[in-house]
């Protein structure tokens, strides 16, 4: 079974360009999140989908941030314009049930660079 | 809110030695607490997780933790590391009503020496 998958791995722009982030969770999980780690920060939480719904948003950071999951199959995460402090990786993640203490699978990042 | 912290951003054990890194939470109400790890050019992984019942949690490679709420931690140790176990270890914690959202610590980098 394919785990979470994320598209760039990597990617390096300029600021004020747009990147966009791909996210496929695993087949059959319902809910998705996007997390970040700035560097030298912990890991801090951006938003939950259930299917194509946004459950809970009130980590992104502000409104250059804009994330999708159109048919509640793959989500993107798009920065416009990207920023310096928007530098750091990206992680995807997909649960199978909405409950605390089910366990979350995440993806193995996409890491953003912004120059 | 929920916090959780972690002693120590980096620690250095010898191979074969005992791997304690440590895990304390704040929480006013039960805790689900996690523990991930991220090898080198990897994602995170579940290494255990405690969701209530046995305080004691055996997780993968030999890995293990006890939550301990009159101390609100949740220690994650092994009894003789590998060369293999060197990775960053974050603890997390989450709560019913939360809606499964984690709350990590700033993770623990693992040496791990000859």
């Known amino acids: 079974e394919a785990g979470v998958t994320q598209f760039p791995s990597h990617s390096v722009i300029e600021k004020g360009q747009t990147v966009t982030l791909r996210c496929d969770p695993i087949s059959g999980h319902d809910n998705l999140y996007w997390y970040r780690r700035v560097m030298g920060k912990e890991i801090k939480f951006l938003l939950h989908f259930v299917k194509e719904s946004k459950q809970d948003e009130s980590g992104m950071p502000n409104n250059r941030f804009l994330a999708e999951r159109t048919g509640g199959t793959y989500s993107t995460l798009k920065v416009q314009p990207a920023e310096l402090e928007d530098s750091g990786v990206y992680f995807c993640?997909?649960?199978?049930?909405?409950?605390?203490?089910?366990?979350?699978?995440f993806g193995e990042g996409s890491w953003l660079t912004v120059v | 809110a929920q916090s959780v912290t972690q002693l120590g951003s980096h620690v250095s054990v010898s191979e074969g030695a005992l791997v304690l890194l440590r895990c304390n939470y704040s929480?006013?109400?039960?805790?689900?607490l996690f523990w991930y790890v991220q090898y080198p050019n990897q994602g995170l992984q579940l290494l255990l997780k405690y969701t209530s019942a046995a305080t004691l949690v055996k997780g993968i490679n030999g890995f293990e933790a006890e939550f301990k709420k009159s101390e609100t931690s949740f220690h994650l140790t092994k009894p003789s590391a590998h060369m293999s176990d060197a990775a960053e270890y974050f603890c997390a914690v989450s709560f019913t009503g939360g809606g499964n959202k984690l709350t990590f610590g700033t993770g623990t980098q693992l040496k791990v020496e000859l």
């Open positions: 993640a997909s649960s199978q049930s909405t409950g605390a203490g089910n366990t979350i699978y």
């Open positions: 929480s006013s109400v039960p805790p689900y």
